[in-house]
Protein backbone atom coordinates (compact mmCIF):
# COMPACT_ATOMS: atom_id res chain seq x y z
CA UNK A 1 0.00 0.00 0.00
CA UNK A 2 0.84 3.76 -0.65
CA UNK A 3 2.39 5.81 1.90
CA UNK A 4 2.38 9.64 2.69
CA UNK A 5 5.13 10.80 5.39
CA UNK A 6 4.95 14.08 6.49
CA UNK A 7 8.02 13.93 9.33
CA UNK A 8 7.31 17.74 10.87
CA UNK A 9 4.26 17.28 13.15
CA UNK A 10 4.76 21.08 13.48
CA UNK A 11 6.56 23.96 12.66
CA UNK A 12 6.37 27.68 12.73
CA UNK A 13 7.31 30.76 10.65
CA UNK A 14 7.91 34.49 11.56
CA UNK A 15 4.81 36.29 8.97
CA UNK A 16 6.13 37.54 5.60
CA UNK A 17 8.70 34.98 5.69
CA UNK A 18 9.13 31.95 3.94
CA UNK A 19 8.57 27.90 5.20
CA UNK A 20 9.28 24.56 3.78
CA UNK A 21 6.66 21.66 5.03
CA UNK A 22 8.32 18.19 4.24
CA UNK A 23 6.39 15.01 2.67
CA UNK A 24 7.96 11.94 0.84
CA UNK A 25 5.94 8.97 -0.22
CA UNK A 26 6.69 5.45 -1.29
CA UNK A 27 4.86 3.77 -4.65
CA UNK A 28 6.04 1.78 -7.01
CA UNK A 29 3.47 3.28 -9.91
CA UNK A 30 4.86 5.83 -12.12
CA UNK A 31 1.36 7.20 -12.70
CA UNK A 32 0.19 9.28 -9.91
CA UNK A 33 -1.04 12.26 -8.49
CA UNK A 34 -0.05 14.86 -5.72
CA UNK A 35 -1.64 17.38 -3.02
CA UNK A 36 -1.59 19.73 -0.26
CA UNK A 37 -4.86 20.50 1.34
CA UNK A 38 -5.25 22.78 4.14
CA UNK A 39 -6.76 22.69 6.94
CA UNK A 40 -7.52 25.42 9.17
CA UNK A 41 -9.06 25.57 12.76
CA UNK A 42 -12.90 25.74 11.00
CA UNK A 43 -11.83 21.99 10.05
CA UNK A 44 -12.82 22.77 6.38
CA UNK A 45 -10.47 21.34 3.92
CA UNK A 46 -8.90 23.29 1.01
CA UNK A 47 -7.13 21.84 -1.96
CA UNK A 48 -3.79 23.77 -2.47
CA UNK A 49 -1.80 22.71 -4.77
CA UNK A 50 -1.59 19.92 -7.01
CA UNK A 51 1.32 17.70 -8.98
CA UNK A 52 0.76 15.44 -11.63
CA UNK A 53 3.65 12.89 -11.29
CA UNK A 54 3.91 12.93 -15.43
CA UNK A 55 4.91 16.79 -15.25
CA UNK A 56 8.71 17.73 -14.53
CA UNK A 57 7.73 21.23 -13.88
CA UNK A 58 6.72 22.61 -10.18
CA UNK A 59 3.36 23.71 -9.64
CA UNK A 60 2.64 27.36 -8.45
CA UNK A 61 -0.34 28.98 -7.33
CA UNK A 62 0.47 32.61 -6.11
CA UNK A 63 2.52 32.25 -3.23
CA UNK A 64 2.21 28.88 -2.83
CA UNK A 65 4.79 25.63 -4.87
CA UNK A 66 6.37 22.64 -4.67
CA UNK A 67 9.66 21.38 -4.86
CA UNK A 68 8.64 17.98 -6.53
CA UNK A 69 11.76 15.38 -6.68
CA UNK A 70 10.21 12.29 -8.18
CA UNK A 71 13.38 10.47 -8.12
CA UNK A 72 13.78 10.64 -4.47
CA UNK A 73 9.86 10.71 -3.95
CA UNK A 74 9.37 13.96 -2.45
CA UNK A 75 6.92 16.36 -2.60
CA UNK A 76 7.46 19.53 -0.52
CA UNK A 77 5.24 22.98 0.18
CA UNK A 78 7.35 26.25 -0.06
CA UNK A 79 4.88 29.29 1.57
CA UNK A 80 6.25 32.44 0.24
CA UNK A 81 5.45 35.47 2.32
CA UNK A 82 3.52 34.18 5.00
CA UNK A 83 0.64 35.39 6.37
CA UNK A 84 -1.70 34.92 9.38
CA UNK A 85 -3.93 33.28 7.30
CA UNK A 86 -1.57 30.39 6.32
CA UNK A 87 -1.74 29.22 10.01
CA UNK A 88 -3.12 25.81 10.05
CA UNK A 89 -2.88 21.71 9.14
CA UNK A 90 -1.18 20.87 6.61
CA UNK A 91 -1.86 17.22 4.03
CA UNK A 92 0.20 15.96 1.64
CA UNK A 93 -1.89 13.12 -0.25
CA UNK A 94 -1.20 10.72 -3.07
CA UNK A 95 -3.47 9.47 -5.70
CA UNK A 96 -2.51 6.71 -8.07
CA UNK A 97 -3.84 7.53 -11.34
CA UNK A 98 -6.55 4.01 -11.29
CA UNK A 99 -7.26 4.11 -8.45
CA UNK A 100 -10.06 6.56 -6.72
CA UNK A 101 -8.66 6.48 -3.12
CA UNK A 102 -7.08 9.39 -2.07
CA UNK A 103 -4.02 8.59 0.93
CA UNK A 104 -3.30 11.52 3.50
CA UNK A 105 -0.30 12.16 5.49
CA UNK A 106 -0.40 12.98 9.14
CA UNK A 107 -0.40 16.67 8.99
CA UNK A 108 2.03 19.24 10.03
CA UNK A 109 0.59 21.97 12.26
CA UNK A 110 1.79 25.33 10.91
CA UNK A 111 2.14 28.24 13.14
CA UNK A 112 2.19 31.83 11.95
CA UNK A 113 3.70 34.84 14.28
CA UNK A 114 3.29 38.27 14.14
CA UNK B 1 -24.86 26.09 -3.43
CA UNK B 2 -24.81 23.82 -0.40
CA UNK B 3 -21.83 21.51 -1.53
CA UNK B 4 -21.42 18.98 1.22
CA UNK B 5 -24.01 18.78 3.78
CA UNK B 6 -23.19 16.64 6.38
CA UNK B 7 -25.10 15.67 9.52
CA UNK B 8 -25.07 15.99 12.30
CA UNK B 9 -22.27 18.12 13.19
CA UNK B 10 -22.02 16.65 16.98
CA UNK B 11 -23.42 13.49 18.21
CA UNK B 12 -22.79 11.00 21.66
CA UNK B 13 -23.85 7.71 21.52
CA UNK B 14 -23.25 4.53 24.15
CA UNK B 15 -21.34 1.96 23.32
CA UNK B 16 -23.34 -0.54 21.95
CA UNK B 17 -25.57 2.08 19.95
CA UNK B 18 -26.15 2.52 16.36
CA UNK B 19 -26.18 5.55 14.31
CA UNK B 20 -25.97 6.73 10.71
CA UNK B 21 -24.43 9.91 9.66
CA UNK B 22 -25.61 11.79 6.83
CA UNK B 23 -23.75 13.12 3.60
CA UNK B 24 -25.73 14.68 0.90
CA UNK B 25 -23.55 16.70 -2.04
CA UNK B 26 -25.31 18.88 -5.18
CA UNK B 27 -22.79 19.00 -7.34
CA UNK B 28 -23.50 15.69 -9.16
CA UNK B 29 -20.17 13.97 -8.19
CA UNK B 30 -19.92 10.52 -9.00
CA UNK B 31 -17.06 10.23 -6.02
CA UNK B 32 -18.08 10.49 -2.24
CA UNK B 33 -15.92 9.01 0.14
CA UNK B 34 -15.90 8.70 4.28
CA UNK B 35 -12.92 9.53 6.50
CA UNK B 36 -11.98 9.84 9.76
CA UNK B 37 -9.51 12.32 11.53
CA UNK B 38 -7.85 11.17 14.87
CA UNK B 39 -4.91 13.79 16.55
CA UNK B 40 -1.46 12.30 14.78
CA UNK B 41 -3.28 10.30 12.43
CA UNK B 42 -4.08 12.11 9.62
CA UNK B 43 -7.15 11.38 7.66
CA UNK B 44 -7.70 7.73 7.35
CA UNK B 45 -10.10 6.37 4.41
CA UNK B 46 -13.18 4.54 5.94
CA UNK B 47 -15.26 3.50 2.57
CA UNK B 48 -16.04 5.60 -0.61
CA UNK B 49 -17.93 4.60 -3.74
CA UNK B 50 -17.16 5.60 -7.60
CA UNK B 51 -20.97 6.07 -8.43
CA UNK B 52 -24.59 4.90 -7.46
CA UNK B 53 -24.58 1.18 -6.87
CA UNK B 54 -21.05 0.77 -6.39
CA UNK B 55 -19.20 0.98 -2.51
CA UNK B 56 -15.34 -0.45 -1.60
CA UNK B 57 -13.36 -0.74 1.44
CA UNK B 58 -11.04 2.00 2.52
CA UNK B 59 -8.15 1.75 4.73
CA UNK B 60 -10.09 1.44 8.17
CA UNK B 61 -13.72 -0.22 7.21
CA UNK B 62 -13.89 -2.62 10.04
CA UNK B 63 -17.83 -1.35 12.20
CA UNK B 64 -18.58 1.05 9.42
CA UNK B 65 -21.24 0.23 6.76
CA UNK B 66 -22.34 2.18 3.63
CA UNK B 67 -24.91 2.39 0.61
CA UNK B 68 -25.16 4.32 -2.28
CA UNK B 69 -28.70 4.27 -3.55
CA UNK B 70 -28.59 7.84 -5.05
CA UNK B 71 -25.57 10.10 -6.60
CA UNK B 72 -26.07 12.54 -4.09
CA UNK B 73 -26.74 10.80 -0.60
CA UNK B 74 -24.08 8.64 1.23
CA UNK B 75 -24.67 7.76 4.25
CA UNK B 76 -22.28 5.89 7.09
CA UNK B 77 -23.53 3.64 9.23
CA UNK B 78 -22.06 2.32 12.89
CA UNK B 79 -23.79 -0.73 13.48
CA UNK B 80 -22.45 -1.55 17.31
CA UNK B 81 -20.48 1.83 18.43
CA UNK B 82 -17.47 1.28 20.27
CA UNK B 83 -14.96 4.00 22.10
CA UNK B 84 -12.57 3.57 19.42
CA UNK B 85 -14.42 5.08 17.13
CA UNK B 86 -14.69 8.19 18.87
CA UNK B 87 -13.40 10.40 16.36
CA UNK B 88 -14.03 13.41 13.36
CA UNK B 89 -16.01 12.41 10.39
CA UNK B 90 -15.84 14.14 6.86
CA UNK B 91 -17.51 13.21 3.74
CA UNK B 92 -15.43 14.50 0.58
CA UNK B 93 -16.98 14.09 -2.65
CA UNK B 94 -15.26 14.78 -6.47
CA UNK B 95 -15.31 13.76 -10.16
CA UNK B 96 -13.88 10.98 -10.33
CA UNK B 97 -12.17 12.10 -13.68
CA UNK B 98 -12.36 14.86 -15.67
CA UNK B 99 -11.13 14.33 -19.55
CA UNK B 100 -10.34 10.63 -18.47
CA UNK B 101 -7.58 12.05 -15.12
CA UNK B 102 -8.32 11.84 -11.76
CA UNK B 103 -8.90 15.20 -10.46
CA UNK B 104 -8.01 14.34 -6.86
CA UNK B 105 -10.18 17.46 -5.55
CA UNK B 106 -12.33 16.53 -3.25
CA UNK B 107 -14.53 18.78 -1.54
CA UNK B 108 -15.30 18.82 2.05
CA UNK B 109 -17.99 18.83 4.34
CA UNK B 110 -17.77 19.99 7.64
CA UNK B 111 -17.34 17.15 9.92
CA UNK B 112 -19.16 15.40 12.59
CA UNK B 113 -17.41 14.73 15.67
CA UNK B 114 -19.01 12.12 17.35
CA UNK B 115 -18.08 10.67 20.80
CA UNK B 116 -18.55 7.08 22.35
CA UNK B 117 -18.73 6.25 25.92
Not at chain 1, 70 to 98: P, V, W
Request: glycine fraction near 8%.
Amino acid sequence: AQTVTQSQPEMSVQEAETVTLSCTYDTSESDYYLFWYKQPPSRQMILVIRQEAYKQQNATENRFSVNFQKAAKSFSLKISDSQLGDAAMYFCAYLEGGSEKLVFGKGTKLTVNP
Amino acid sequence: NAGVTQTPKFQVLKTGQSMTLQCAQDMNHEYMSWYRQDPGMGLRLIHYSVGAGITDQGEVPNGYNVSRSTTEDFPLRLLSAAPSQTSVYFCASSYSRLAGVPTGELFFGEGSRLTVL
